[in-house]
């Protein structure tokens, strides 16, 4: 059986694994655009602060793919998949040919049509290349904007900061990371943040970059007119799936590709995991979300019969010299406005010691857990994790 796999991150390498070890005969092919050995993209910023790091962020040593048998094939982007002669074509020429197909294409950076966006000195964070570009970048510049407060952009302008230069991070939102916490923890990150040295502007919308004289960008323009001096700018406003490949038609897709519990297409002989996958209208964009699927993936495409359990994982980071946790059902806001009927049913529990950076919040419901914020001190995550209930509408 020839099991061929796009795309080298997480979900396909522990596709690649799991076949493996569902099937000792298959031929398993990992095919992908990247020329670095597979690596632990949630750790790029390591390169970013030093790029001696390289080596520690391999997933695996290149001898580990030939003691597994598991061929691994770089620099082939996939053009087009003909899915009707199970073939996938790639941009050098070459083409393969499969009995079962995973795809694992990922994501890649998104940058919304600002003017000035293509200006030499703006960058995107996605891939190892994009890391060693920012470092290099960061070594000759003084001021850096990131554009974009979700994780991303925040693991960056900490590590910029970290390499002393001076940060702005700008954002559509008043506060920071107030899709992940309630407002109270959100303001209490934002202000250590800014305790840091990183200026936080929020509710702000980046109208332009604007050239210097030597033409790399040198300011970032916002549409209340107000100008931002920059060397280098990073864009870090999300992701797209990595689909182009598919033509319209060829699977079902919905931005991504959809997928069953058992990380089928809606072609039999295509399976698809991580970033670029779908299941049942889900999608979370996480590390152990992209392994748990890969495996599953792996494994049936290798004729064994594993199922992925969609389950709501923790929201968990590490950035801005904290670490965060969050789940379940904690903020007023959505209390208000998915539980109405319930809402006189729900109490919280609110610690927090700004000296210490310290923000814990337990929500019960019915006098169950049904929700929790942890900043700074996230030892307790294990236990409240299992704890957790689902809130049931009355
Ligand atoms: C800096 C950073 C920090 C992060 N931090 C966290 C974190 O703290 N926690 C967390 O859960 N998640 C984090 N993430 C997100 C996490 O890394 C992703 O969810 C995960 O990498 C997705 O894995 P994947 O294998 O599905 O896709 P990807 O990692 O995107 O891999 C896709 C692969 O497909 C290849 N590819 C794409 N198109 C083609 C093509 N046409 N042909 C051939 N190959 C192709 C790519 O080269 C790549 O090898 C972070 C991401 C970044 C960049």
């Avoid at 655009?33 to 790029?51: G, I, Q």
């Avoid at 700018?233 to 699977?251: D, E, H, Q, R």
């Avoid at 495409?301 to 389950?311: L, M, S």
Wanted: proline content about 3%; some cysteine.
């Amino acid at each position: 059986m020839d099991i061929l796999i796009l795309g080298s991150g997480i979900a396909a390498v522990s596709a690649a694994q799991a076949a493996r070890k569902e099937n000792s005969q298959a031929k398993i092919t990992i095919y992908t655009d990247d020329k670095n050995l597979p690596y632990y993209r949630l750790r790029l910023l390591e390169l970013v602060a030093d790029s001696a790091n390289k080596e520690k962020l391999f997933l695996h040593p290149a001898s580990w793919y030939e003691d597994q048998d598991i061929a691994l094939v770089q620099g082939h982007k996939a053009r087009e998949l003909l899915a009707e002669d199970k073939k996938v074509l790639f941009e050098n020429g070459i083409s393969a040919s499969y009995d079962r197909l995973i795809l694992a294409t990922g994501s890649s950076s998104f940058v919304p049509p600002i003017e000035g966006k293509e200006l030499p000195g703006i960058y995107t964070l996605w891939t190892m290349d994009d890391a060693h570009i920012l470092e290099k970048a960061a070594e000759s510049s003084k001021h850096a904007v990131v554009v974009g407060g979700g994780v991303l952009g925040l693991e960056t302008a900490h590590a910029l900061a970290g390499r002393g230069l001076e940060v702005a991070l700008i954002d559509r939102t008043p506060i920071l990371m107030n899709r992940q916490l309630d407002k109270q923890g959100a303001e209490l990150f934002t202000r250590m943040v800014e305790k840091l040295g990183i200026q936080f502007i929020g509710s702000a919308n980046t109208n332009a970059f604007v050239a210097g004289k030597d033409g790399r960008v040198s300011q970032v323009l916002l549409d209340d007119g107000k100008s931002i001096e920059a060397d280098m700018v990073v864009v870090s406003t999300g992701v797209y799936a990595n689909t182009a490949f598919i033509k319209p038609g060829t699977l079902r897709i919905d931005r991504k590709i959809e997928v069953n519990r058992s990380m089928q297409t809606s072609n039999p002989f295509i399976y698809a995991a991580g970033d670029v996958a779908s299941v049942e209208k889900s999608w979370y964009g996480l590390w152990q979300v992209s392994m748990a699927q890969g495996k599953v993936a792996g494994t049936n495409a290798a004729g064994g019969n594993a199922t992925y359990e969609p389950t709501v994982p923790p929201y968990r980071v590490a950035t801005m010299g904290t670490q965060i946790v969050s789940a379940g059902v904690y903020d007023e806001e959505v209390i208000r406005r998915d539980y109405p009927e319930k809402a006189d049913f729900f109490e919280s529990e609110v610690v927090e010691d700004e000296d210490h950076g310290i923000y814990r919040k337990l929500t019960y419901c019915d006098g169950n857990l049904c929700g929790y914020i942890l900043i700074g001190d996230v030892k307790d995550q294990v236990k409240l994790q299992k704890d957790l209930k689902p809130v049931l509408h009355a």
